[in-house]
């Protein structure tokens, strides 16, 4: 499988990178690194914090062929090493972008320091809904999925209390390259770790939202008891009345949430 080529956005202060904890943020298919603007504002302070974008998405060129979730995995970990060589990096991502951070910690736990994934799980969907999915954007563009999308990314009421930011969500979706994001639907419907699991050892967390139809709570709980039946150090944590895209939904809240963790695997690691 190829290696996709990501590109990322610096969301905290510009200063040099090195003298703050590394956050790296991965995105939602159809989303972009706007989907981590109103976290990255609230942690900003303390960490730096950079979201890259899938191909195709964002200010990430479109892919030429396709790629699995691994390859992007690989192709975060490259991303690191071209801003912060060989850095360890706290991650966190949503629904495809919290796939990449299983992967990560399946392949590549050796540089994360703790691991956040939400609206995630560790098998997402049907293979054959994704591909059936894969071919209508193909065929159609990424404008076919707008409406449902907004249904599942949104709890009842969000659009109407946030029209711009919803908006420019949706926006990053028209935008997206419709074979790019048809890759992205091949990805995931090949991926399945429910059996790796075990091999996770950093520090997890898994947050859901209890109206999300994609990524459930009853997934995240997987996802956490597949991590700590093999020893590992995973909670499961369902934040109420969000839906599908947590760090848009309740920033507060998951900002809190991913300062907790990282706080706590940074004392953990300064103890050994
Ligand atoms: O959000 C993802 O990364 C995968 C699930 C999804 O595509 C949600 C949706 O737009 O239907």
């Known amino acids: 499988m190829a290696k996709p080529a990501l590109k990322a956005a610096l969301l905290s202060p510009q200063r040099p990178l090195g003298d703050h904890p590394l956050i790296v943020a991965g995105p939602s298919l159809g989303t972009s690194t706007i989907l981590w603007n109103r976290v990255a504002s609230l942690l900003g302070g303390d960490y730096d914090v950079v979201a890259w974008d899938l191909p195709g998405h964002g200010v990430s060129p479109a892919a030429s062929e396709g790629f699995d979730v691994a390859a992007l995995a ?40 703790s691991l956040s994934v939400q609206n995630s799980g560790a098998k997402i969907g049907t293979p054959e809904g994704w591909l059936e999915r894969a071919e209508t954007v193909r065929t159609q563009g990424t404008p076919v999925m707008i409406q449902g999308s907004a249904q599942r990314w949104f709890a009842p009421g969000f659009m109407d209390r946030e029209p711009e930011f919803s908006s420019r969500l949706l926006h990053a979706l028209r935008d997206a390259d419709r074979f790019s994001y048809a890759f992205c639907c091949e990805a ?22 209890s109206l999300d139809g994609v990524a459930t709570p009853a997934m995240a709980e997987e996802v956490a008891g597949g991590i700590t039946a093999a020893g590992g150090t995973a909670t499961a944590v369902t934040v109420e009345g969000i839906s599908h895209l947590a760090p848009a939904e309740a920033p507060a809240h998951v900002a809190d949430l991913m300062r907790s963790l990282a706080t706590w695997a940074e004392s953990r690691r300064a103890a050994k």
């Open 188 to 209: 995931l419907a090949a991926f399945d770790v429910r059996e790796e699991l075990g091999s996770i050892t950093v520090p997890t967390q898994v947050i859901a939202g």
């Open 74 to 113: 690989d192709a975060v970990v490259d991303l690191v090493d071209s801003i912060a060589p060989g850095e360890n990096f706290h991650y966190a991502g949503v629904s495809l972008g919290g796939a990449v951070g299983l992967q990560l910690g399946i392949k590549h736990g050796e540089r994360l320091k």
